[in-house]
C-alpha cells in the first residue's frame, strides 16, 4: 500500500522567497512521484513527476523537486516565488505497473504568498 | 496545455435522484479517472477506466455510481440514487496509457445533494 504525507498544512512566504514544501511517501516497490498545484476553484494542473534517473526533476514555472529514497522524500523547491504561486499544493504517489495509474495524494499544503 | 472539460460545473439535485457528471477527456487518451474531493479534504480515487471496462475502483466507490464511455463520447460518472454524502467536486482525469504516464485533470463538477 502507498501512502504519502504532507506534514505542513499551510506555508506562508513573502514575494521573491524561496520555499520548499515537504512530502513523505511509503512504498518499497517500483514507485512513480508527482506533484500538482490547485488554484483555488480550479483543478489540478501538474507540476512535474519523478520514476527513475536523476533525482532532482524540473518542472514548470520554476519548480523542481528531489528524489531521496533514503529519506523517502520527494520535497518541491522554488527558489523565489511570485504572487500567482499562492495555491494548493498535491503530492502523489503511484506504483507503476498496476492498472491505469492510479494516484495517491496527499493531503496538500497550502502556500500562501504575501506582497 | 491538453485540456479536460467537465459539465456542468455545478450540479445540485435532491436527494435520491439519479446524477450524471460528463467529462470530455483529452481526444487521445485511453485512461480515465474520477476522483472526488470534499471541501477541505485530500482528492481521493475513486475508479479507473480503459478498453470500455473499470480497471480498478476504490471503496468509495458505492454500487450506486456506475461509469461509463459510449463510442467514444464522453466519459460519465452516474449515481443512482444519490445521498447526502455524495456532496463533493468530482474530478475527472485522463491519461495517454497507465502507469507513468501524466494525468490531466478538468476542474471539476460540484455536485450539491439537498
Redesign the interface.
Known sequence: TQTVSQSDAHVTVFEGDSVELRCNYSYGGSI?L?W?IQHH??????LL?Y?SGNPVVQGVNGFEAEFSKSDSSFHLRKASVHWSDSAVY?CAV?A?????????????TLLSVKP | ?PK?L?IPSHQIIDMGQMVTLNCDPVSNHL?F?W?KQILG?????LV???NGKV??KSKLFKDQFSVERPDGSYFTLKIQPTALEDSAVY?C?S?LS???????????TRLTVL
Open positions: 512513480y508527482s500538482y476553484g480550479h483543478g489540478l494542473q501538474f513527476k520514476y498535491f503511484s507503476y505497473g498496476s492498472s491505469g495509474n492510479k494516484l495517491i495524494f496527499g493531503i496538500g | 496545455g479536460v467537465q485512461y479517472y476522483y479534504q485530500q482528492m481521493e480515487f479507473n477506466f480503459y480497471m480498478e474530478f482525469a491519461s497507465g502507469g507513468i504516464e501524466t494525468l490531466y485533470f478538468g476542474s471539476g
